[in-house]
Structure formats: C-alpha cells, structure tokens
Nanobody, 125 residues
Framework: QVQLVESGGGLVQVGGSLRLSCAAS????????MGWFRQAPGKERELVGI???????HYADSVKGRFTISRDNTKNTAYLQMDSLKPEDTAIYSC???????????????????WGQGTQVTVSS
C-alpha cells in the first residue's frame, strides 16, 4: 500500500520560512517524479514544483527564487523549503508521486498517481 505523508506545515509570519517533508512508502521512490501542489480556499489546485532524478527541478513562476524542492532517494522523502513567505502562499500543500512511465507534465489536474493528505500552511500578516 502506497502512502505519502506530509509534515511540517503550520502558521508563520510574512517573510518567514517553513520546510515541508513528504515521506513515501510502498513504492520504488526513485522511479517517480515527486510534485508539490497547493490549493487555497476557493481556488483550483496549482503546481508548486516537481523534482525528479537525482534532484532536477521545475518550479511555478510564483515561487521561483523563494521555494526549493529537493529529494533524498535513500530516505524516500521529498522536501519543500519555503522562504520569504507571503500571505498568498497560504494554502493546503500536498505532495504527489507520478511514475516515470508517464510523460512529464506540469498540469496539476490528474498529475499524481498517489497523493498525500495535505498539510496546512498559513502565512499571517
């Protein structure tokens, strides 16, 4: 049974930092793209970024230069380091895994084969 478990969310002030983790089990982690997504109230889910291989990354324009995605294939864990947080970063953040057998995409809809339960990030001003 595949499980993705996020941790590290919480309340932070504007300009602060948070680090989210996504621990995966039940799959061959190194064979999957790992993506981070977020969904704010009343809005559609949007891509934050993706990591694959030994650390190649792609970011949404809205987080470039502020967020850093990484992965540790020995620990089956992906990370999202969020710096210089803004109120508009407030959302539920979820990680997802997508098989390398599928083509690369940045479209959030139906991206993941597996999804975590999500963790709330709230940035207060």
């Amino acid at each position: 049974q595949v499980q993705l478990v996020e941790s590290g969310g919480g309340l932070v002030q504007v300009g602060g930092s948070l680090r989210l983790s996504c621990a995966a089990s039940g799959l061959t982690f190194s064979y999957y793209y790992m993506g981070w997504f977020r969904q704010a109230p009343g809005k559609e889910r949007e891509l934050v970024g993706i990591t694959w291989g030994s650390g190649t990354t792609h970011y949404a324009d809205s987080v470039k230069g502020r967020f850093t995605i990484s992965r540790d294939n020995t620990k089956n864990t992906a990370y999202l380091q969020m710096d210089s947080l803004k109120p508009e970063d407030t959302a539920i953040y979820s990680c997802a895994a997508r098989s390398y057998l599928k083509k690369f995409t940045t479209q959030a809809t139906s991206w993941g084969d597996y999804w975590g339960q999500g963790t709330q990030v709230t940035v207060s001003s």
